[in-house]
Each structure stands twice: as C-alpha cells, then as structure tokens.
C-alpha cells in the first residue's frame, strides 16, 4: 500500500461549488503539506500543518482552506471553486526528527474546475 | 520572486548519453538542496539530495554537483535511460525554511532511444 494516499485522483467540479481534498499517511510523519502544480511554475505551497494543532499558510493560501484531523489526515478545501484553481494538487509529508527537510508525496488529484 | 529557478523548461538528450539539468538559487540562506522526479500521473519521488557543507553527492548514475559562489546546482545523470524521461524539479531549504522546501519550475527530460 502507498504511504501517501490522495482522493480522489481526479476531479470535475463547477464554479462555485465546495470541493474537498482528502490526504492520508501511514509513515507516521508529524508534517505535511499541500502544493499545487501548474504549466511553467513548478510546485507551490498551499498551506503546511507541523502537527493536529499547527496549521500555517503558504505562500498561495487564498480561496483554500484546511483541516488537519488526526496526525496522520490533511484535507485541503475550496470554498468556492473558481475556474484558475484547475491544477494538480499534491500531499506531502516529511518528519521533523530527520536531519533532512526531505518530502515524501502523494499521487495527486487531478482538479478541474469548469 | 522565485528564489529557485530552473530556466530549461525542457531538454532531450541520447539514451546512454549525459543529460545535464540545471538549477540556480538566490537565498544564500539556502543550505540544503533536493532534486525530484516526477513522472505523469504520479507524485513526485526523491531522488538525490546534497547539504551545503558538499559540492558533490554521488548515487549510481545520478550525481549533483554544487557551487555555492554561484549559487548553482546541476544534476547529471550518466548514462540516460529512456526509463529517466520525467519531469525534474529541484528544491531548496534553510534555516528559516522551517522544513518548507522552495520548488523551481521543472524541466522536462526526455531521452530518446
């Protein structure tokens, strides 16, 4: 089984409508992440969550929102989906006991929001 | 401002010849430097990383060498293999990164058979 699981992988949705991204781990990872990946800008990080009661923003927070439920689950929402919010989203996770800032992904979720 | 670039948006190199991918950074904060592949349809996968007290890691045929006067890295894999055509990213941290990595944009490899 994957470490790092995403659902759903893809995704269709319309403008307006709430949408829920779910991420789970079993690596037993204090930290994880959400990024999105667009054509030409590489990964960009959404928000970040260090532990259950640590939730910060990065650096492209607005129209999200997150929800760290149990150590091992990070959801990401939009609140209200807008078409620019197509992308791909990815879940990572990395423990704060390595030496290394090393981040361990999910599979993605394919988003379209028409 | 994006602190790490890779200005190659692609590159397409021989099966068994060297591909070279490039990265430059602008936060001399910077001390801990990851390279990343990612095929389609998956997430990313660590690959090779190098810390600031190297200019060199070595792993099989993936090497990334790093001059910090420059504030360069490159990763060189010898010999491509069709197997090695993805995306590549690399990524940056700090002190003040707080486990954040800084990505740069990727560059497509592909090597042809």
């Known amino acids: 089984d994957a470490d790092v699981t995403q659902t759903p992988r893809n995704r269709i949705t319309k403008t307006g409508k709430r949408i829920m991204l779910e991420c789970s781990q079993t690596k037993g990872h204090d930290r994880m992440y959400w990024y999105r990946q667009d054509p030409g800008l590489g990964l960009r990080l959404i928000y970040y969550?260090?532990?259950?009661?640590?939730?910060n923003k990065g650096e492209i927070s607005d129209g999200y929102s997150v929800s760290r439920q149990a150590q091992a689950k990070f959801s990401l929402s939009l609140e209200s989906a807008i078409p620019n919010q197509t992308a791909l989203y990815f879940c990572?996770?990395?423990?704060?006991?390595?030496?290394?800032?090393?981040?361990?992904f999910g599979p993605g979720t394919r988003l379209t929001v028409l | 401002d994006q602190q790490v670039k890779q200005n190659s948006p692609s590159l397409s190199v021989q099966e068994g010849r060297i591909s070279i991918l490039n990265c430059d950074y602008t936060n001399s904060m910077f001390d801990y430097f990851l390279w990343y592949k990612k095929y389609p349809a998956e997430g990313p996968t660590f690959l090779i990383s190098?810390?600031?007290?190297?200019d060199k890691n070595e792993d099989g045929r993936f090497t990334v060498f790093l001059n910090k006067s420059a504030k360069h890295l490159s990763l060189h894999i010898v010999p491509s293999q069709p197997g090695d055509s993805a995306v590549y990213f690399c990524a940056a941290s700090g002190p003040g990164s707080y486990g954040k990595l800084t990505f740069g944009q990727g560059t497509i490899l592909t090597v042809h058979p």
């Open positions: 990572a996770t990395s423990d704060r006991r390595e030496i290394t800032d090393t981040q361990y």
């Open positions: 969550s260090f532990d259950v009661k640590d939730i």
């Open positions: 190098i810390s600031s007290i190297k």
